[in-house]
Every structure is written in structure tokens, then in C-alpha cells.
């Protein structure tokens, strides 16, 4: 069970949390109406927007702005899709409605993904409450792409099948899989926990780094507002993880527990974007995505000396890292190559931005 320390932590920034997404949602609607239309200037699509593995161009004609911005909102909505679905069905056993899935591009199902049987009322609450959040952000963002706006692709959030299943996949890379290579983030409170922790960390570190990309101070401002929530929704899983992991025995090769699969989760981030040590990029990238604390309860610890939590996944000046949309594709794809599918989305997703890049 949660304890009652870390309910009143959640409780007290909750409200924050949903005044800031309030506040945001309706100056962003304001702001990007008052831009001109976001589906009506997609429309010219004279320009797309540069490798975003690459240094961002300094902004020019206003069209070509227009057709970044609604490149690198189509990105964010196809991972809002990813997330949206995973939450809901957890939640209530159902993804999208259907009114919801339509748009450019090739539209997909959802393979995968059950209602889960939450013990910890907590939990339940907290997973609802995500799963509210994420849904908004898929109808806030179509609403303001309008007709430009990419249809739902393909999703995999399976974890039952071995061969295809993307959380199966994502846990052998991990080396946490079951003895079956399975890895099903439904069975419990603790599982679906950790697969939120794989999607959500992802998902902010994808904010952060398609910023460079976007050129309106109004998009711009609407994408920092959502990336405010996805931080808080990180923060609380890496939270109910660490303490959930303190409550348990220090782990074992056979009986893990949170923090040390959340370890390994990120170790395998780490391969998948670029984790070497050779000069230039992707070096930058490499050893970035960090767990929840040590793994059992030895050293590090603080100075004080107790066990130290690594709730925040940041650098020296306590700054999150982002990841450009090309690495972010390789966690989701699964896949350091260069490719245009896999993992969460086996036909790959909808939009200009929609290949990976080779990851040494």
C-alpha cells in the first residue's frame, strides 16, 4: 500500500498540477486561433521540418514555421495516442473513441492492452487521473491541428506474446522478461507501474527535445504546458516505484524488485538511443536515462546517509535531458538502427517525422 506520506506529497501537487494544466489549455487555444489556424497554413506544406537529429534552421517565411510547428504537434500526437490507449484500456479496459483515431495518414488498431485489477485504491487514482490527462492531450491536440491533424497508427501494448508483443519485446531487451519472454504490464499495480514508467519517462524526455524544433512562442508555450503534466505524471510513477521498492527486500536475481527492473529499463533506453563513448553525437545521448535510485540499500547514498532517490532523471544543474524526435523513435520502435517501424508501432507512425536513427 501507498504510505501516508507520499499520499499527501501527490495530493498537495495535484492541485497545482491541474490549475497549470487548466491555465495552459486555454491561453494555448487562445493563442494558436489567434495565430491563423493551425490546418489551414499546413495546408501550403512547403516545407518540412529538418532531420531532427540536426541543428534547427533559424525561422524564416511563415509557412515554412507553420509547416514545422504542425510536424512536430503531429510527432507529439502520435506518442499521445501510445499513451492515451495504454492508460485508458488499464483504467477501464477501453482506448480511444473512435471519433478520436481519424486523420492524415494510415489509421490503425490497437493490439494488445486489459483492464487492470488495482489493489491499491491509491494507485487506481492516481493511473485514472493519468489516463484523464493523456486523453485531453490527444483532443487538444487534434483540436488545434484541425484537418491537418494524423489519424491513430498502428499501436502495439501487448505484453503476452513473446514473438510481437512490444512490452515483451522492450522487457528481453532489459533482461527483465519472464522465463517465457514475457512481460504482461497488466497483471498488476506494480507491473502496469513500470510499463508507465518506460512510456512516460520517454514521453518527456520527447518534449524537451523537440523544442529546438518549433518556432511559434504560442506552440511553443502549448507544448511546455503539456510537458509540465507529462513531468508531473513521470515524477509520481518514478515516486510510487521507489516506494514501493523500499517496502520490499533488497532484490535477487530471481525475485527483482521496482527499482532494480527500472535500472535495467533504462540501461537498455541507453543502448537503444546511443550509448557510446566515441566522439560526437550520438554521444551526447549516451548514459543519459537514469533509474529510480540504487537497487537495493547499499551505497550511494546522501550526505546525510541515507538511501538516495532519483526521482528527477536530470544532469548536474538538475535539468531534465530530451531526446530529439529520431532517438525518440528508437526507444518506441525498439530499435537502434535507422528504421520507420517497429515496437509500439509496428507500421510505424503518422507525419513527416517518422524515422529513427542509427544509434552506436
Given amino acids: 500500500m501507498i504510505d501516508h506520506e507520499t499520499l499527501l506529497e501527490v495530493q498537495a501537487i495535484g492541485e497545482q498540477r491541474r490549475a497549470e494544466r487548466r491555465r495552459f489549455i486555454k ?17 501550403c506544406g ?42 485508458n484500456i488499464g483504467v477501464q479496459g477501453a482506448g480511444i ?63 503476452t506474446n513473446a514473438k510481437t508483443g512490444a512490452f515483451a519485446l522492450a522487457a528481453q531487451a532489459a533482461g527483465v522478461a519472464n522465463a517465457d519472454g514475457t512481460f504482461d504490464p ?8 513500470l510499463g508507465a514508467a518506460l512510456l512516460t519517462d520517454v514521453g518527456v524526455t520527447a518534449y524537451k527535445g523537440s523544442a529546438t524544433l518549433i518556432n511559434s512562442k504560442v506552440i511553443l508555450e502549448a507544448a511546455a504546458g503539456i510537458l509540465a503534466v507529462e513531468a508531473y505524471h513521470s515524477g509520481l510513477i518514478r515516486t510510487l516505484l521507489y516506494r514501493r521498492a523500499v517496502q520490499t ?16 529499463i533504462s540501461a537498455a533506453r541507453d543502448v537503444l538511443d546511443g550509448n ?11 548514459n543519459d536515462d537514469q533509474g529510480v535510485g540504487p537497487v537495493n540499500f547499499t551505497p550511494p547514498t546522501t550526505a546525510n546517509g541515507s538511501i538516495r532517490s532519483n526521482i528527477v532523471p536530470s544532469d548536474a544543474n538538475a535539468i531534465v535531458f530530451g531526446r530529439p524526435a529520431a532517438r525518440v523513435l528508437n526507444e518506441v520502435y525498439l530499435n537502434k538502427a535507422a528504421v520507420t517501424s517497429g515496437g509500439f508501432f509496428p507500421s510505424g507512425v503518422n507525419g513527416s517525422i517518422n524515422a529513427s536513427a542509427a544509434a552506436t
Fill in 46 to 87: 512547403e516545407n518540412t521540418p529538418q532531420d531532427p537529429a540536426s541543428p534547427t534552421p533559424s525561422p524564416s517565411a511563415s509557412a515554412t514555421t507553420t509547416a514545422n510547428d504542425v510536424a512536430v504537434l503531429n510527432f507529439a500526437l502520435n506518442l499521445e495516442y501510445l499513451e492515451a490507449n495504454y492508460y
Fill in 27 to 43: 491561453m494555448a487555444s487562445a493563442g494558436i486561433a489567434a495565430a491563423g489556424g493551425l490546418s489551414a497554413l499546413a495546408a
Fill in 249 to 264: 527486500p533488497a532484490p535477487t536475481a530471481t525475485a527483482p524488485n521496482d527499482r532494480l527492473i527500472i535500472g535495467k
Fill in 186 to 193: 497488466y497483471l498488476n499495480d506494480d507491473t502496469f507501474l
Fill in 276 to 286: 557510446t563513448t566515441a566522439a560526437g553525437p550520438p554521444q551526447q545521448y549516451a
Fill in 97 to 159: 473513441n473512435s471519433t478520436l483515431v481519424t486523420g492524415t495518414g494510415t489509421q490503425g488498431t490497437v493490439t494488445g492492452g486489459r483492464q487492470v485489477a488495482f489493489t491499491d485504491t491509491s494507485v487506481a487514482s492516481y493511473i485514472r487521473e493519468i489516463a484523464s490527462d493523456e486523453l485531453a492531450h490527444v483532443q487538444f491536440l487534434r483540436n488545434q491541428l484541425g484537418s491537418a491533424a494524423v489519424a491513430q497508427p498502428a499501436i502495439n501494448i501487448d505484453g
